[in-house]
């Protein structure tokens, strides 16, 4: 291992030992830093700074291996929030696809007032949409608008057939009961869009 302090050297070498105290340590040292690091950087969203800062230390515990020494722990660190950061926003950006995809049959309307009605819907599909979870949002796009199977569902969210099965189904639950509760009109179906 070359760069870093000898510190540094002993602390990842204690890691990859298991060592309990190391990770503690290296849990101090780094865990705040690297929130700020990513918190202005995924525009001062806190909840979403938390969540990759999380997997950032997550995926470099995981990857101690591949951790040479050529640079600092730290400066690695951000390297590994960096990708997880470009992550989150391709996510967003296939989220604001998605919302394309539900305006796309505007103009199938036979008239004005259907496509207001049609408008309508769409916007409090993508409003429950927005609201819910981000791993319930994944797992009906994946399923609704890219057709997934139950076994591509399961091998694209890296879980069994039957927890892909029960996500989905919770995921059903949930916007379906926030659509309730938004619907104006009590006689729409439009949740059958998504479910």
């Known amino acids: 291992m070359r760069g870093g302090s000898s510190d540094e ?4 070498r204690r890691l990859r030992r298991g060592d309990r105290a190391a990770l503690d340590a290296f849990t101090a040292q ?3 830093r690297l929130y700020q690091f990513v918190y202005f950087r ?3 969203n806190q909840q979403v700074a938390e ?6 230390l997550i995926a470099a515990l995981d990857g101690l291996e591949r951790f040479d020494g050529r640079a600092a722990l730290y400066t690695w660190l951000c390297g590994i929030a960096r990708h997880k950061i470009a992550d989150y926003f391709r996510r967003l950006q296939r989220f604001e696809q998605v919302r394309a ?10 008239g004005p007032a ?10 409090r599909i993508l409003a429950v949409l927005r609201s819910l979870p981000p791993h319930y949002q994944q797992v009906l796009i994946l399923k609704y608008l890219d057709g997934l199977s139950g076994r591509e569902l399961a091998g694209a969210l890296q879980l069994s057939e039957d927890a892909a099965e029960s996500l989905l189904g919770r995921a059903r639950r949930a916007f379906r009961r926030l659509f309730d509760e938004q619907r ?12």
């Open 9 to 12: 050297r002993d602390l990842v």
């Open 30 to 32: 780094y865990l705040d």
């Open 42 to 44: 995924v525009a001062a």
């Open 51 to 56: 969540d990759i800062t999380q997997e950032s």
């Open 101 to 110: 995809a539900l305006v796309l049959d505007a103009g199938a309307s036979a």
């Open 114 to 123: 259907d496509a207001v009605e049609r408008e309508e819907r769409r916007q």
């Open 184 to 195: 104006e009109d009590p006689e729409a179906s439009a949740t059958n869009e998504l479910c």
